[in-house]
């Protein structure tokens, strides 16, 4: 079994910044493509960022410009840099993941459990 873990969300004024992590463990061969998304109150979850295993980012845009995603590949990490939060990125954040295990072909899908993020004065 592969599990993500994220940290780093928390409470943080409007403008301010947060660094979310996300680390992968288990019997990981290689992870694919890897994403965040978030859910607010009372609302669907939704994709906010998502980068492919050669590098290719995508950005909502509600959060081009102010978010950024980034990957180590070699320590199977994931993170969400995310400067000029607003009230409305208020959310649970989760991390998302296509990988594969040592011993078989198949391309698996593991999620976080989430971190809060509140943005508030």
């Known amino acids: 079994q592969v599990q993500l873990v994220e940290s780093g969300g928390g409470l943080v004024q409007p403008g301010g910044s947060l660094r979310l992590s996300c680390a992968a463990s288990?019997?990981?061969?290689?992870?694919?493509?890897v994403a965040w998304y978030r859910q607010g109150p009372g609302k669907q979850r939704d994709v906010v960022a998502t980068?492919?295993?050669?590098?290719?980012?995508k950005y909502a845009d509600s959060v081009k410009g102010r978010f950024t995603i980034s990957r180590d590949n070699a320590k199977n990490t994931v993170s969400l840099q995310m400067n000029s939060l607003k009230p409305e990125d208020t959310a649970v954040y989760y991390c998302?993941?296509?990988?594969?295990?040592?011993?078989?072909?198949?391309?698996?899908?593991?999620w976080g459990q989430g971190t809060q993020v509140t943005v508030s004065s």
């Open positions: 998302q993941a296509e990988y594969s295990m040592w011993g078989t072909i198949q391309i698996l899908d593991s």
């Open positions: 288990g019997n990981i061969k290689s992870l694919y493509s």
């Open positions: 980068m492919s295993r050669a590098g290719s980012k």
